[in-house]
Nanobody, 118 residues
């Protein structure tokens, strides 16, 4: 059974930090690129960054570059999203997405809420 479970969300003050985790099971994490997405109320879901399955190369959208860091520990079937210097615009539901490198598989998590207070 495939599972993608995010955790670590919560309420944080402006300028604070938070680390989200994405724990996977039921598929081989090593063979999947992982993306982090977020969706704020009234807005479309947007990608914030991803980490490749082949060489752990990361890419980030411009608005978060330098403040968010994605890493992975395949042995623990976990991907992390370290978020620093948070501001109100980062308030959103954050989702983890896994896309297969060799297969057409793709999986979404249920999301975790991040709220940044001003």
């Amino acid at each position: 059974q495939v599972q993608v479970v995010e955790s670590g969300g919560g309420l944080v003050q402006h300028g604070g930090s938070l680390t989200l985790s994405c724990v996977t099971s039921g598929f081989t994490l090593d063979y999947h690129t992982i993306g982090w997405f977020r969706q704020a109320p009234g807005k479309e879901r947007e990608g914030v960054g991803c980490i490749s399955s082949s060489d752990n190369r990361t890419n980030y959208v411009g608005s978060v570059r330098g403040r968010l860091t994605i890493s992975r520990d395949n042995a623990k079937n976990t991907v992390y999203l370290q978020m620093d210097s948070l501001n109100a615009e980062d308030t959103a539901e954050y989702y983890c997405y896994a896309r297969g490198r060799f297969t057409a598989s793709d999986y979404w998590g249920q999301g975790t809420q991040v709220t940044v207070s001003s």
